[in-house]
């Protein structure tokens, strides 16, 4: 089972990643939009982690809405309101349950990245962080470790695509030829998660 403290220690392994990732993720939104989207998610990710810490959330719906507001109100650009709709939603699925289970996990997350797709009018192969999002929250139904490989093959997959939403899309063809910078993000999620999930099941924290 998964408690509140597990998704506050995926959300502060995701703020490090994006941290560790910021320069990246700005270099692939320089070519195919305005060279802010590891900026944005720096600025996002860190205000998240520290209304975690004051507030401390009880149960794993209320960490998640809570992230998904303070995304919502730090972030400028597209991929604040579409990240934040994702753990909004994804929170209000869960609920007020002091611990969710796996699968429960999973089926609120692919609700949270239904929204994600009502909210922009996107679909996979759009180009947008959805090419990752879809993939790695369907393949969480077999594993975090699934996942992880699903969304990181999803990100790599945009390169070839033509953009269909977002800044990208205003380039038209020539947006084809470059990972989009979003579906990198969201690869990093998973990336995160199954990190998470793997030391809580040999007892240590992230990273260390
Ligand atoms: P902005 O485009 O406002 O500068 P960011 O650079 O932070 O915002 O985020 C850009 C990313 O947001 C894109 O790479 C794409 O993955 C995602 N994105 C943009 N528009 C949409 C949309 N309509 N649906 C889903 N994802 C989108
Ligand atoms: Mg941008």
Redesign the pocket.
Known sequence: MLDADFFRRWLASVAAAVDREADR?TA??SP??????GG??RRGFTAVVAVLETEAPAAPGAVLTLAGRRLIST??????P?YGTLLRRTGTVLGEAPQVSEAEFAAALRAGVAA??T????APG??????ALVPGADALLTSFAAAREAARLGALA?VPLQ?R?????YLGARSVGHQ???????ALLFEALADTAEAAATGEAPGE
């Open positions: 993720l692939l939104d195919i939009g305005d060279a802010d989207h944005n998610l972030v400028g650009g597209a991929s604040g579409l994600v797709a909210l922009g009018g996107a759009d180009k947008t962080m959805l090419d945009t953009a939403k977002g800044r990208a899309s989009d910078p979003g579906a990198a993000s969201s």
